[in-house]
């Protein structure tokens, strides 16, 4: 199976194989009126099975999704068909708007546009919490 | 502007600081019957509280300053749909300092994020309440000496309780602390708590549902209370509000210079007749955090110039 290569645009590499939709769905590109590919199971050398999106526009990500779904994966930026810039993904100190606090007792339950922002408790074990009740997030 | 929220909003030096200042006022109180004059406190209690809010009063007015009270979210703006951010802003015109208690998580931490002047977290939720720490903080220093080298043992709910929860997170910045964890299966302290505090720092602890087995080890009993508010489930709260009662009885194996705390306020954890015992320290513990929200509203203040 073949993907057309991009102009300008972004792909999202070594995506942990499954990882793909959680990350297209976070990330809002279903949004987009772009067009957008979702490979997944591809072969990898290194990964044996990896994930990728291709995006075909010229658009910033909030790499702190990424770095928060997958910190393993890494975004190549292409402008005129040339790769222009290759970043590794590290885990965010900090996620603002990504994944929303489910605890009822939260003061963001009922708090008017209060933003939903957790912050990198452990990082061995990949834990957020919740910066107003502490409260562990799962996306 | 600086709020506290949490009690590891405070260093260790600052702790020290708060008790030297807690232990002057009790030494010295006319030195500070003028210290606040001018100066208003507004207490905003949106969750039922009689203690926590008189003890902030309370504490004020010994400074000479006054107070601004909002008691009870049904008589406030807050009935009418206004957020903790706008109540916070609005405050901050008429006072020099907040205590806010709330029902909801984080509460406290929105209402610092929009004031203008000091917040101080009296309570939000199951949160935290980093006073009733400090007033815990200042009895076991007056009972023990010093923090270093203490058996602490916690017994009831540990899973809900916020003040155990803030308690061992500042305890466990001194050395040679020993936790006896002291609770029915239903209410054992949260995993997390464990793992962040307990065991990051190598602190020696144990596990129980028999709090008899333990008691000749301990230095400090802290009780709690099973709150009715913080279940879901009415079955649950009355299969595991009786879990654990402490009589005189059950302290005959204790030691001799053990401190029993508790928070206040009891049910029936601790019977009446234990409060004749020397080792009772309980309202002590009331006394003692008038005195450290003296001393945190005075450091607060000067901190923000306004003393």
Not at chain 2, 64 to 79: D, E, K, Q, R
Not at chain 2, 289 to 298: N, S
């Amino acid at each position: 199976m073949t993907v057309d290569s991009i102009k300008t645009g972004v792909v999202i590499d070594h995506i942990t194989a499954g990882k793909g939709m959680e990350l297209y769905e976070l990330l809002g590109l279903g949004d987009l009126d772009v067009t957008v590919a979702i490979m997944k199971n591809v072969s990898s050398n290194k990964m044996g099975r990896k994930d990728i999106i291709k995006i075909d526009g010229d658009i910033r990500l909030n790499l702190n999704v990424i770095g928060y779904v997958d910190p393993g994966a890494t975004v190549n930026i292409i402008k005129d068909g040339e790769l222009i810039e290759k970043k590794s993904i590290d885990m965010p100190l900090i996620l603002s708007d990504v994944i929303k606090c489910r605890n009822p007792r939260c003061i963001t339950t009922t708090e008017q546009e209060l933003r939903h922002v957790f912050k990198l408790s452990d990082r061995e074990n990949r834990v957020y919490r919740c910066i107003y009740c502490e409260t562990k997030g799962d996306a | 502007m600086r709020s506290v929220i949490d009690i590891l909003d405070l260093s260790v030096e600052e702790i020290e600081a708060l008790i030297a200042c807690a232990q002057d006022i009790i030494e010295r109180p006319v030195a500070y019957a003028d210290a606040c004059r001018g100066r208003k406190l507004a207490t905003l209690f949106f969750e039922p509280s009689t203690r926590t809010r008189l003890s902030f009063e309370a504490a004020m007015y010994e400074l000479g300053g006054n107070v601004l009270s909002v008691a009870g979210a049904g008589t406030s703006s807050a009935a009418k749909g206004e957020s903790v951010a706008d109540t916070a802003k609005v405050i901050s015109c008429y006072a020099d300092i907040i205590a806010m208690r709330h029902p909801k998580e984080g509460a406290a931490m929105v209402a610092a994020m929009n004031s203008s002047i000091p917040v101080i977290n009296a309570g939000d939720g199951g949160h935290c309440h980093p006073t009733q720490t400090m007033a815990d903080l200042l009895t076991i220093y007056r009972e023990k000496g010093g923090f270093d080298n203490l058996t602490v043992g916690f017994c009831g709910d540990l899973k809900f309780g916020r003040t155990v929860h803030s308690l061992i997170n500042a305890l466990s910045r001194y050395t040679g602390i020993n936790l006896v964890l002291i609770s029915p299966e239903e209410l054992k302290l949260p995993s997390y708590i464990k793992r962040d505090v307990i065991k990051k720092k190598n602190i020696p602890y144990r596990q129980t549902t028999d709090l008899q087995e333990v008691m000749p080890e301990l230095d400090i009993l802290y009780m709690t209370r099973v709150q009715r508010e913080r279940f879901f489930n009415e079955e649950d709260y009355l299969r595991l509000k009786d879990s654990y009662v402490l009589t005189p009885e059950k302290l005959r194996t204790a030691k001799p210079d053990l401190a029993v705390m508790h928070p206040l306020p009891r049910v029936n954890e601790i019977s009446v007749a234990v409060d004749k015992d020397p080792r009772a320290c309980y309202f002590k513990q009331v006394l003692n955090g008038k005195y450290m929200r003296m001393a945190l509203i005075l450091m607060l203040l000067k901190e923000a110039g306004r003393l």
